[in-house]
């Protein structure tokens, strides 16, 4: 069985996948509360699963970008999971996860992760299933600067609440359905199990999170 972890902003996602596919998984706003949320919510799918700790064979883990100390922690827990259990470690692009529920869209997808004060990851990705896979490298954009890439291509992601005018204007990218936006654990989880099953794995003391910049901090705590 493996288990998908995704703390990549103020959403925390856990997933457990195994040879038939998909068998549990949470999203939920945890705020900055990764570290005390994440750990008792594995417990509980384990246990709606009926099974158990050593059960985990693999761990994943999203790698960013996004938040600073979101990632910290899904990356803290993930190793230390790995390691002190003794289990292989993957690690699954935060965006590539994102972009990877949409890989059916039939059109490029542009995917979104939201770092801070108007500053958004984003990368492009292949436009059908056959020849899925990130076309363009992580860079970081404004909020107004989303409404000019890529023109006809599927938005998804952490997307501004303003600029809805410029949505609007012709050769704008296509905004995903709303119930699409959300970040899915079990997407880490589906991809990271591909990867083992080719006995892909990271190392578990040099895989580190994607951060794209510095992070903002606004009255001494970092924006998320």
């Known amino acids: 069985m493996l288990l998908a972890i995704d703390t990549s902003n103020g959403f925390a996602g856990v997933a457990l996948w195994d040879e038939q596919g998909l068998r549990a998984e949470a999203t939920w706003h945890a705020g900055r509360q990764h570290t005390e949320q994440v750990l008792p919510q594995i417990d509980l799918l384990l246990g709606h699963v009926g099974a158990a700790a050593a059960q985990v064979e693999v761990i994943a883990v999203a790698t960013g970008p996004g938040s600073w100390s979101g990632l910290r922690a899904g990356m803290s827990l993930a190793k230390a999971l790995a390691i002190g259990r003794d289990r292989p470690l993957i690690g699954i692009s935060t965006l590539d996860a994102l972009a990877f529920g949409q890989r059916k869209a039939g059109r490029p997808v542009l995917a979104v ?76 989880a589906e991809l990271a199990w591909m990867r083992h099953q080719r006995q892909e794995y990271d190392d578990r003391v040099a895989l580190e999170p994607i951060y794209l910049g510095s992070p903002v901090r606004i009255g001494g705590m970092e924006e998320r």
């Open 113 to 188: 992760v939201r770092l801070g004060r108007d500053r958004y990851g984003v990368a492009t990705y292949g436009p059908a299933p056959e020849d899925w896979g990130r076309q363009s490298p992580f860079q970081i954009v404004s909020g107004a600067e989303l409404w000019t890439l890529d023109p006809g291509s599927c938005l998804i992601g952490d997307l501004p609440e303003r600029d809805a005018e410029l949505a609007q204007t012709s050769g704008a990218p296509v905004i995903a359905r709303s119930t699409d936006h959300q970040r899915r654990a079990v997407f880490v």
